[in-house]
């Protein structure tokens, strides 16, 4: 089946800095991918939808210059939180739409200290 | 009020129960999720619907697209099966709108 690979699982990061997470898909051409933040307890809140070769969506209240996402093959979406802060500390998961349906990276958990 | 609506929200089982989670939503949609996040966070898709029944395994689910409800069954239930099960509809611009999720404990 199609599968998202994403990575890393876990990042802690001093605030200030700025992480990269990568969703490839391994066995399918993704053109759009869309991308979700989850705080504990909560539903899954989509933040941007990436399109390969164009600019993303970003949801309302979601900072672009902030969350940069670049999706510039059919294969690789990558969301890069900038000057990360404390209150950026969050699960973070991609998704892309397949023909049987949506399939979900495995997430990664970011914690900045 | 939210455009999909899990109950319950949390449901704690003993092993070998028969479990029915359900869903209903207030929106148009194209298909139904039901997904399974496990405590490390990883979502697996485990149904895919739009009409109809399916099964796969102990797990069934169901919709009923005139009264917007949909189900997911777990029978013979066992401890592994705990989890978030949620509910998510496909609506316009296939955009993904989740439950807010039903947390399953199944006691040994």
């Known amino acids: 089946g199609a599968v998202v690979s994403q990575h890393p699982s876990r990042v802690i990061c001093k605030s200030g800095t700025s992480v990269k997470i990568e969703c490839r898909s391994l066995d399918f051409q993704a053109t759009t991918m869309f991308w979700y933040r989850q705080f504990p307890k909560q539903s899954l809140m989509l933040m941007a939808t990436s399109n390969e070769g164009s600019k993303a969506t970003y949801e309302q209240g979601v900072e672009k210059d902030k969350f940069l996402i670049n999706h510039a093959s059919l294969t690789l979406s990558t969301l890069t939180v900038t000057s990360a802060h404390p209150e950026d500390s969050s699960f973070y998961i991609c998704?892309?739409?397949?023909?049987?349906?949506?399939?979900f990276g495995s997430g990664t958990r970011l914690t900045v200290v | 009020k939210n455009e999909v609506e899990q109950s319950p929200q949390n449901l704690t089982a003993q092993e070998g129960e028969f479990i029915t989670i359900n869903c209903s939503y207030s929106v148009g949609i194209s298909a139904l999720h039901w997904l399974q996040q496990h405590p490390g966070g990883g979502i697996v898709s485990l149904f895919m619907l739009s009409s109809g029944k399916k099964k796969h395994g102990r797990l069934i689910a169901t919709i009923n697209i005139q009264e917007k409800h949909s189900s997911l069954h777990i029978t013979a239930s066992h401890p592994r099966d705990s989890a978030v099960y949620i509910c998510a509809v496909i609506t316009s611009g296939s955009r993904l709108t989740f439950g807010e999720g039903t947390q399953l404990t199944v006691n040994p």
């Open positions: 998704s892309a739409l397949t023909v049987h349906g949506y399939t």
